[in-house]
């Protein structure tokens, strides 16, 4: 049909001359090309045909493993592991359903069948035997947390006669149990659950990541639990699949040496970790230092605004006829009382850009994954900002001459009046005089 609407239009065209097609015509037409190209790139997007055939992967995780995968505030999920198999699935063009729950039960489902793979589990020997493990994309350390002023611990022997705190079914769950270590071992749901409680006063010490401990420490404020050791070798976290299962074994792996070649890798890594390490007093009094001379600036937009009002209060209210002069300079002062508005707007907008980025408010406000201070992305706000400002503090500056050039336009019309105003009373002076003599001399002669 569009093809045939289109051999009509140009039909007409023949029939009636080039000249005939209005401008609405014209629009038309090129209305129904671009739909028609539209329509044809969407029918004919290999992307979008290979999706619809694009084999589903069920995924497994922790509902409360933070910030490595979790349910966040609208029950979504997220965390590293969820951002790390969205983007592995992107590069493989597989569709993903991501199913969190208690630890123990997702490992369960992983052993019955019930999903394909869990997109976070630490590899060990033991494990091997109950499924198959990627390469790892993350190593990590776990650390030993107690109550401050507890002793430190050194070696895992210090842990014997501990009452350890572990998640079920965790790596720290299996290695405590194959080290025979502690007196007693309290299984808890999540790493939350355990600095709980050892916060509170129960048990000795809980077995965590180190860095998950820390991050967790922070963000409940459990300034009472510390890291008192670090177990000595790094643990390996993967992709874990079913026993025999190498066709997604082999596509995990692949996707995440395409990520790491690409560097989104880095950047998924950096953004939720990325900024502990980068974190430095300076970067915190940044905000500071910039909101400063945001505030002076607004403090003297909003003194100017008034000044402004006021000398327009006064040329309006001034007696006598409104001379060409002062009507330009009240309007000068009018267009300046319109743009300030625009350049505090302009300043707020800009202090809020750089404050959201130097300072991460969506972190600070809304609880959203720390993300690291992206240089690039700042300095070029920055230019954004320099070149908006550059152009508002030009009109300004305009406004301020075009005020000043009427001023003296008013200045020349008051002292034209002055000096009119001198001759008129110097010649009415002299006509008084000469009557008066006339006058005079008429009455001497009577």
């Given amino acids: 049909m569009l093809g045939v609407g289109l051999v009509d239009c140009y039909t007409v065209a023949g029939k009636r001359g080039p000249q005939a097609i209005g401008a609405r015509a014209r629009w038309v037409l090129a209305a129904l090309v671009v739909v028609g190209l539209f329509v044809a790139l969407t029918l004919t997007d290999p992307l979008r045909v290979a999706s619809q055939d694009a084999p589903r992967l069920i995924v497994g995780g922790d509902d409360s493993f933070p910030p490595y995968e979790y349910l966040n505030d609208a029950g979504q999920p997220a965390g590293y592991n969820v951002d790390l198999i969205r983007a592995v699935a992107r590069m493989m063009r597989v569709d ?28 060990s020997p033991e494990r091997d035997a109950q499924g198959d493990f990627s390469v790892p994309h993350t190593r990590l350390y776990h650390g030993v947390f107690a109550r401050a002023g507890a002793p430190a611990v050194a070696t895992p022997e210090q842990l014997r006669d501990q009452a350890i705190i ?35 006063g129960q048990h000795d010490v809980a077995l965590l990541g180190f860095h998950q401990g820390h991050f967790l420490a922070e963000q409940l404020r459990l300034t009472n639990v510390v890291a008192v050791g670090t177990l000595p070798s790094p643990a390996a976290y993967c992709f874990a699949v079913r026993v025999g299962d190498a066709e997604t074994l082999a596509l995990l792996n692949e996707g995440l040496a395409i990520l790491e070649a690409t560097g989104e890798y880095r950047q998924i890594h950096d953004r939720w970790f990325g900024v502990r390490e980068a974190t430095s007093r300076w970067t915190r009094l940044l905000p500071l230092l910039v909101l400063a001379p945001i505030v002076v600036l607004l403090l003297g937009f909003g003194g100017w605004l008034l000044h402004l009002s006021r000398q327009i209060r006064c040329l309006t209210e001034m007696s006598g006829p409104v001379e060409p002069a002062r009507e330009a300079l009240v309007s000068t002062f009018r267009w300046q009382r319109m743009r300030l508005p625009i350049a505090i707007a ?15 408010l969506s972190h600070l406000l809304y609880g959203t994954p720390p993300r690291p201070l992206n240089w690039t992305k700042a300095l070029v706000e920055l230019g954004v900002i320099a070149v908006l400002g550059i152009g508002i503090v030009a009109a300004v500056l305009h406004a301020i001459a075009e005020r000043r050039r009427t001023e003296g336009r008013l200045r020349a019309a008051l002292q034209e009046r002055e000096v009119l105003l001198r001759e008129v009373h110097h010649r009415v002076r002299n006509n008084l005089a000469v009557i008066n003599a006339r006058t005079t001399g008429r009455a001497c002669h009577c």
């Fill in 96 to 123: 993903v359903e991501i199913r969190l729950q208690p630890w123990h039960e997702a490992r369960a489902a992983l052993e019955r069948g019930e999903i394909d793979l869990l997109q976070g589990m630490f590899y």
């Fill in 346 to 360: 302009f300043v707020l907008l800009a202090s809020f850009v750089w404050v959201s980025e130097l300072a991460d």
């Fill in 166 to 200: 572990v998640q079920n079914r965790d790596l720290m769950h299996d290695y405590v149990l194959a080290e025979r270590l502690g007196t007693t071992i309290i299984p808890v749901e999540s790493p939350e659950a355990a600095l709980r409680l050892l916060s509170v």
